[in-house]
């Protein structure tokens, strides 16, 4: 167990639907990344949220978007589904600081279909 | 462009057999780490081991070891003693210190140790 939480553990909707992924960091840690994988497309690197304020972005669709609240849990919504936006979604979390340097501990991960 | 590739999409052993898994990488920068993650069945992308590109010493965690060529940009994994619960995917991966935080990811190793 990583100590980083999501919800919920299986998604499934329609398409042009919208959804929520939530994620919990580990006690402590202040950063955030968001990474979906598929199968086609493998791990890529959605968005990362340090301390409330966006640090980097990734491949992510604009129909895509993420904050991070004051009690550091972060958020994933997904709007105008489409049928390729299916896959695993994950979350993950890092020290303090929030430097390239620090381990990324993953979450168990959202499994996210679209029918 | 940064990437990452594991030329060896499957591989099997049998338990307690020696297995490397191999993985190459492509960027200009000098300062990175690397890591190996491991996912089994349950999905969880779970941390192996990690190597600072800066060390010319090789990591090692238990029957875990890494093989770090930084010239020939090369990052493989040894497993020594296979067990059953190795049995995984898994994911080379590397983060640049200066620039965007984010891990990038090979297309995984599907290894699987036989009884």
């Known amino acids: 167990d990583s100590g980083v939480t999501q919800t919920p553990k299986h998604l499934i909707t329609a398409t042009g639907q919208r959804v929520t992924l939530r994620c919990s960091p580990r006690s402590g840690d202040l950063s955030v990344y968001w990474y979906q994988q598929s199968l086609d497309q493998g791990l890529q690197f959605l968005i990362q949220y340090y301390n409330g304020e966006e640090r980097a972005k990734g491949n992510i669709l604009e129909r895509f978007s993420a904050q991070q609240f004051p009690d550091l849990h972060s958020e994933l919504n997904l709007s105008s589904l489409e049928l390729g936006d299916s896959a695993l979604y994950f979350c993950?979390?890092?020290?303090?600081?929030?430097?390239?340097?620090?381990?990324?501990?993953f979450g168990p991960g959202t499994r996210l279909t679209v029918l | 462009a940064q990437t990452v590739t594991q030329s060896q999409p499957e591989m099997s052993v049998q338990e307690a057999e020696t297995v490397t898994l191999s993985c190459t990488y492509d960027t200009s920068e000098n300062n990175y780490y690397l890591f190996w993650y491991k996912q089994p069945p349950s999905r969880q992308m779970i941390l192996v081991i990690r190597q600072e590109a800066y060390k010319q010493q090789n990591a090692t965690e238990n029957r875990f070891s890494v093989n770090f060529q930084k010239a020939a940009k090369s990052f493989s994994l040894k497993i020594s003693d296979s067990q059953l619960g190795d049995t995984a995917m898994y994911f080379c991966?590397?983060?640049?210190?200066?620039?965007?935080?984010?891990?990038?990811f090979g297309q995984g190793t599907r290894l699987t140790i036989n009884p």
């Open positions: 993950a979390s890092s020290a303090l600081a929030g430097l390239p340097t620090d381990t990324q501990y």
């Open positions: 991966a590397f983060i640049i210190i200066q620039g965007a935080q984010k891990l990038v």
